[in-house]
């Protein structure tokens, strides 16, 4: 399977936040998404992006096309943050209203078709998800 | 024999070009006795998609046997566009194949007037060449079933949008009948044309009859609590009617949770509470008496 | 920096949120509506998010801190307009929006709250999200 392209967006501000919004949108339009796929793709990023800079202050994500059999979009959430200490705990639906200790990454989990979480407490966090067409 | 492949291989490439005429011809010849198809293809298209293969190969070849390589990208271009012309023009893939695999024997017959002397060399260069061919074959034959699954994964869709009709039963009120299974993908598509047509038709309530679904599992219920949880974020709700009395019993056993969703068992039953809801009465006309 | 516009219509204040809100401006948005409802004695709050097309869960929390913060000031919210998507994206997610009351439309959303303002109706079937 090949990457067609990649671009890195950086992650330390809250502007960053709608910029991978946009940029996310953009690309899953590109490829042709349908517009129930590029929400949820969308709104999976937007989760994740918020996740790199408040729980990991800060990181990047990048976006790289994928083609080969299928055609997708990969995106790579990574930053050199604190870490997630259990990650099954992390998965699992807590939304708390407020300032809500929920890293929503089970929601997220849900909209996308590939998932991976690594991550140490003290090593940063990297997620990857991936939506195929 | 310590001669390498590449080294071998480029004999094939002047073979071809030395005996072009040749094998042009019995290739023809060839094709026109067994998978020859008049009624789809013209003898002159044919032909010119023959010269082109022919030259393409002759390119090819003299770079290496590696059918994978750059050097027969165009070459795998146009046998993919051959295969997908082909598959909807209605060619089966048979015949499909019998293109590329018609010109070995040619090719063979060219190789033995080119090495005829030396056996061991003629051996090796119809190894390659088979090769070569069988490779750039079965690459013809996968090309032409991903058409065939294209062109039946659109039809499947396109049943799939004709089968899930949403109904306007009356001002501000929308009927969803199902019928038949309901699968993954079948369902996002009815989720979708029915909040779709909520918002198109400002309808605050929506029926989901499901007297025409068999079954009713804890997948099928979770799709259509899905779809009414999102029709309730709009601001409109559902009611699900057709709800057969195995069904229910179903429904108790698995211990699905309906929320509170309306469930009726008719669409009629159904359509009185949604016009309740929309506040709409309907009242019998008065009889007139004959006044002429 | 920019604010989103709070209209007043009589006793009800509409808001139209019509960009890719950035936290703050979220959060902003969610400080001047308490702040309007309060000097105004507004009774309702419509909140039309037809040109929303994500709705992350920070918004979604957003929607339910404004529905929360408003009853506690003695007003009814309503969110109207959400696009199919984004509630099939939401019911994903698992958002619940808990108290958030919603209407098609900003015509259903303002019957609704009159409705809900003269009948203390507690809830009308079918635009209460529980």
């Known amino acids: ?10 992650v330390a501000s809250e502007a960053d936040i709608v910029t991978v919004r946009r940029c996310v949108r953009e690309s899953a339009a590109k490829l042709g998404f349908s517009l129930v796929d590029q929400t949820k793709f969308v709104t999976a990023a937007s989760e994740l992006a918020r996740n790199t800079l408040i729980h990991g202050r800060g990181g990047q994500m990048e976006l790289a096309t994928l083609n080969g059999p299928r055609t997708g979009i990969r995106l790579t959430f990574e930053d050199r943050g604190p870490g997630i200490a259990d990650i099954d705990l992390a998965l699992r639906d807590g939304f708390t209203t407020g300032s809500g200790l929920g890293l929503g990454l089970g929601g997220a989990k849900r909209l996308v078709n590939e998932f991976e979480v690594k991550s140490r407490p003290g090593e940063g966090t990297k997620v990857t998800i991936v939506r195929w067409k | 024999m310590a001669t390498t492949l590449n080294h071998k291989t480029s004999n094939l490439g002047s073979i071809i070009a030395h005996h072009r005429d040749a094998i042009l011809h019995a290739w023809s ?7 020859r198809r008049n009624d789809l293809m013209k003898e002159s298209e044919l032909q010119a998609q023959c010269q082109q293969f022919l030259s393409l190969l002759q390119q090819a070849t003299s770079q290496g046997s590696n059918i994978q390589a750059p050097a027969y990208d165009q070459l795998r271009d146009m046998l993919t566009e051959i295969s ?32 005829g002397k030396d056996a061991a060399a003629m051996a090796e260069e119809i ?7 069988d490779g750039l074959g079965l690459y013809t034959t996968e090309a032409y079933i991903k058409t065939r699954e294209d062109t039946i994964r659109r039809q499947q869709e396109e049943m799939l949008e004709l089968s899930t009709p949403v109904v306007k039963l009356w001002e501000g009120v929308l009927a969803l009948p199902l019928i038949g299974t309901l699968d993954s993908a079948r369902t996002q598509v009815v989720m979708e044309s029915l909040l779709e047509a909520i918002v198109q038709t400002n309808s605050k309530v929506a029926i989901i009859d499901i007297t025409g679904v068999p079954t009713v599992d804890t997948v099928v219920a979770q799709h259509l609590l899905k779809t009414v949880t999102a029709a309730r974020l709009m601001g409109a709700d559902c009611i699900i009617s057709g709800v057969r009395p195995q069904i229910a019993q179903t429904i108790v056993h698995l211990g699905i949770n309906l929320l509170d969703i309306t469930t009726k068992s008719t ?6 509470i949604a016009l ?9 006309a008065q009889k007139k008496e004959s006044v002429e | 920096m920019e604010k989103i516009p709070i209209l007043r219509m009589g006793e009800f204040l509409l808001v139209t949120i019509q960009v890719d809100m950035h936290d703050r401006l979220a959060l902003t ?14 009774k309702g709050v419509l909140i039309d998010i037809s040109s929303l097309e994500i709705v992350d869960s920070f918004i979604g929390r957003m ?26 994206t939401l019911v994903e997610l698992g958002m619940s929006l808990e108290g958030v009351r919603t209407a098609l439309n900003v015509d259903a959303g303002m019957e609704l709250l009159r409705k809900s303002i003269n009948g203390h109706e507690e809830m009308e079937y079918g635009s209460y999200f529980r």
């Open chain 1, 1 to 10: 399977m090949a990457v067609i392209s990649a671009e890195t967006v950086p």
């Open chain 2, 29 to 35: 010849r060839d094709m026109i006795g067994s998978t």
């Open chain 2, 84 to 115: 997908r012309t082909r598959a909807i023009q209605g060619f089966n893939s048979r015949e499909t194949a019998m293109f590329i695999f018609s010109i070995k024997q040619p090719l063979f017959t060219a190789i033995r007037e080119s090495l």
């Open chain 2, 127 to 133: 190894w390659l060449t088979t090769e070569i061919i």
């Open chain 2, 267 to 272: 669409l009629s039953d159904a359509f009185s």
């Open chain 2, 276 to 284: 309740q809801r929309t506040g709409i009465k309907f009242v019998r």
């Open chain 3, 29 to 42: 948005l969610q400080d001047d509506l308490t702040n309007r409802i309060s000097e105004t004695g507004a």
């Open chain 3, 63 to 88: 929607l339910g801190n404004i529905a929360s913060m408003s009853r506690v000031l003695d007003a009814q919210t309503v969110v109207v307009g959400m696009q199919p998507a984004v509630a099939i």
